[in-house]
């Protein structure tokens, strides 16, 4: 199904759209996030909803973009007035996480612990020992994080050891089988 037209964004109230040409600017409770977008789609606010339009109605290449565009601004304002959270386990017998300030110490069965600090406008939370839950306003940005803390120790396919995202479904192998 093609999706010739208007792609709208609504803003809730609390939120400020500011586009200049290409540039958009969203500021919002809970901070502000700026971005530069390609020339092959239109960016127009009235009122409290932000359009997308395609400059060239012909180049596919503008309509990829156009559902992008909507999608990233449409992200930036969820972001600014809700916010992000992605949410790791930690799966192993003595794995454990805890917070020092910023920083994310994990314990995953290496010799040392290994620490991650927490980047711009992303904060680490530890409700239990096992727990952790990454947020933030970008969207991009929480789920890049989120990964390479779950990259420190990945699940492994014969016991499940490892850090994992909550819900996330593990292919297990069968070890060796008894003759």
Do not use: C, W
């Amino acid at each position: 199904m093609s999706r010739i037209g208007k792609q709208p964004v609504t803003v809730p109230s609390g939120v400020t759209v500011t586009i200049n040409g290409s540039d958009v600017q969203v500021k919002g409770p809970k901070g502000q996030l700026e971005r530069t977008f390609s020339d092959l789609v239109a960016i127009d606010q009235k009122d409290n909803v932000v359009t997308v339009t395609r400059n060239d109605k012909e180049d596919p290449e503008s309509n990829v973009m156009q559902g992008l565009v909507r999608a990233l601004i449409n992200n930036m304002v969820v972001g600014v007035s809700q916010g992000y959270e992605k949410k790791l386990e930690l799966t192993g017998v003595g794995y454990r996480a805890q917070l020092k300030g910023k920083t994310l110490e994990l314990t995953v069965g290496f010799s040392h612990p290994v620490d991650y600090e927490a980047p711009e406008n992303i904060t680490f939370e530890v409700p239990d020992n096992t727990h952790i839950t990454v947020k933030g306003i970008s969207k991009e940005q929480v789920g890049q994080v989120a990964a390479e803390v779950r990259m420190t120790r990945p699940p492994e396919p014969y016991k499940g050891k490892g850090i994992h995202y909550e819900g996330e479904h593990i292919r297990r192998k069968l070890g060796k089988a008894a003759k």
